[in-house]
Nanobody, 128 residues
Framework: QVQLVESGGGSVQAGGSLTLSCAVSGFTASTYCMGWFRQAPGKEREGIAAIDTNGNSSYANSVKGRFTISRDNARNILLLQMNSLKPDDSANYYC??????????????????????WGKGVLVTISS
């Protein structure tokens, strides 16, 4: 059974850091395009970070230079290290997976891409 379970959300002050984790079961994360999405109140869900089957990462402009996506292949976990957090980063964050071929994983960025599998999300709140 496929499951993606996010953890690590919470409340921090602006300028702080958080690390989100996504535990994957039912498939091998390294064989899928994996991504992090977020949805702020009143806004559409959008892809902000992606990592392809070759380990190449890409980011939306809104988080580039502050967020880092990575995979722990031994534990089948997806991570999102978030630094220099801003109030605008407050949102529900979702882990997702898709069978997109390696060179096309970046396509999930900036839109609510129809991924194959989704987690239920975690809430991140950044106070000013």
């Amino acid at each position: 059974q496929v499951q993606l379970v996010e953890s690590g959300g919470g409340s921090v002050q602006a300028g702080g850091s958080l690390t989100l984790s996504c535990a994957v079961s039912g498939f091998t994360a390294s064989t899928y395009c994996m991504g992090w999405f977020r949805q702020a109140p009143g806004k559409e869900r959008e892809g902000i970070a992606a990592i392809d089957t070759n380990g190449n990462s890409s980011y939306a402009n809104s988080v580039k230079g502050r967020f880092t996506i990575s995979r722990d292949n031994a534990r089948n976990i997806l991570l999102l290290q978030m630094n220099s957090l801003k109030p605008d980063d407050s949102a529900n964050y979702y882990c997702a997976a898709d069978r997109l071929a390696g060179g096309y994983c970046y396509l999930i960025l900036g839109q609510n891409y129809a991924m194959d599998y989704w987690g239920k999300g975690v809430l991140v709140t950044i106070s000013s």
